[in-house]
């Protein structure tokens, strides 16, 4: 399973937290972000590293920097774009697309609105973002209209995972690893994840 789940205890209080209905517009929203930087970090696990040299304030020495500009974030509208403060932290100078899908209330099929990508993304690394990642439709979607612009190397990042969904991109997108910090029970009969979190982009964005 090309998965990455990260299993840590500050993660498991955080993701209590956003879960309990009870918790306010701004607390959810700034977890969200939260839990984005530590996807960030385990999904540049493998970056690799170019040696400068630099100087300290005591000598010169060798050190090691990553190249921001091979990178780049695509958020899926709306709810993604919860999740890119938290990534920006971690690398500031990536390029940003977004891509706009929303899901048809009857067939739960992604239908796309809205696709803007920098001109060199074909260059570029892509970390895809959605906090919820639930039939797939919406990351396969878009994982397929990236590979069409020629990207060759795509991460998909989601706070919550349903089986379902890894089932997917596994299936569609052999190559693409989801880095996610929870694959919770199943998918219900609205295509919504249980127990999961509820609508992540209404929560962020407090518009229900």
Request: glycine share 8%.
């Amino acid at each position: 399973m090309n998965t990455v789940v990260l299993n840590n205890p500050l993660i498991k209080h955080k993701l209590a937290i956003i879960r309990d209905k009870r918790t306010g517009t701004k607390e959810f929203r700034e977890i969200i972000g939260e839990i984005a930087t530590f996807l960030c970090y385990e999904a540049m696990s493998d970056a690799v590293l170019e040696e400068v040299e630099i100087e300290t304030p005591i000598c010169k020495t060798k050190a090691q920097k990553l190249d921001e500009n091979k990178y780049a974030f695509v958020p899926i509208l709306r709810a993604g774009t919860g999740m890119l403060d938290g990534l920006i932290n971690a690398i500031p100078n990536a390029k940003i697309g977004h891509v706009g899908l929303y899901r048809d209330e009857t067939t739960h099929e992604p239908i796309k609105y809205y696709y803007k990508m920098p001109q060199d993304i074909a260059n570029r690394e892509v970390i895809v973002l959605d906090p919820m990642l639930a039939t797939g439709g919406s990351a396969c979607d878009t994982i397929s209209m990236l590979k069409e612009d020629g990207v060759k190397k795509i991460k998909f990042l989601s706070i919550i995972s349903a089986p379902e969904g890894i089932k997917k991109i596994e299936e569609l997108h052999p190559d693409v690893t989801v880095y996610t910090a929870c694959i919770d029970e199943k998918l219900n009969e609205n295509a919504y994840i249980v127990p999961g979190l509820g609508d992540a982009g209404d929560r962020i964005f407090g518009t229900k």
